[in-house]
């Protein structure tokens, strides 16, 4: 295996580089592939995102993001809903089989219930993505961003939301940024075994 077979470099962590510059570097680089963000693929379209891919032989290891399930209204849940089902079809569209989930904040009805909505929300994805070969991979945020990005803030958290669901479909996505301080690290990644999805 070369050094770079199972290498993955985040494009939001090099965001100032257009997603052209960034496959020309890793083909330079030998890394082998790339986690995609929907804004950088919309500047370019997906058609012309999937070609870039073709013709320089890397992989897509995951679209992010689909999420914040949390809503206010029937209005939001709806339109929830719809987002969720376009990521699935752009990652589907993109070649990639993982969808990176960012949760989404406290919605008005609270923490407990919001955390319901997550769990609501991927169990109303969960149909749609299995159809597609598509996994879904809960990332928990730092509890600082609990309000505004995601209420599932530990790995035992997205563990347990991820246990309620087929293992070949949703797993969890350890981001070290926001894990570093959990206390369970260690064994929480232990759980995951199968339902590992990603490191970033």
Not at 49 to 69: M, N, P, T
Not at 98 to 118: K, Q, T
Not at 131 to 139: A, F, K
Not at 160 to 181: C, N, R
Request: proline residues 3%; contains cysteine.
């Amino acid at each position: 295996m070369k050094r770079g077979d199972r290498l993955s470099i985040n494009h939001y962590s090099v965001r100032q580089l257009a997603l052209e510059q960034l496959v020309q570097a890793c083909q330079q680089l030998g890394i082998s592939y790339i986690g995609l963000w929907r804004e950088q693929v919309h500047e370019v379209g997906i058609e012309r995102a999937r070609a870039l891919f073709d013709e320089s032989g890397l992989k897509i290891s995951s679209l992010c993001r689909g999420g914040f399930f949390p809503y206010d209204d029937a209005e939001q849940r709806q339109k929830s809903i719809e987002k969720n089902r376009r990521v699935i079809d752009e990652a589907v569209a993109l070649g990639t089989q993982l969808v990176v989930l960012v949760c989404g904040g406290i919605a008005v009805a609270g923490l407990s219930a919001s955390r319901e909505m997550v769990e609501a929300g991927i169990a109303n994805l969960v149909p749609y993505a299995a159809e597609r070969g598509i996994r879904l991979g809960v990332e928990p945020l730092h509890p600082m961003f609990a309000a505004d990005r995601s209420v599932i803030v530990t790995l035992a958290q997205a563990n347990e939301l991820a246990a309620h669901f087929p293992a070949d479909v949703v797993g969890i996505v350890v981001d070290a940024y926001h894990v570093w301080w959990d206390p369970a690290l260690e064994t929480e990644i232990g759980r995951a075994r199968t339902g590992f999805l990603g490191f970033i």
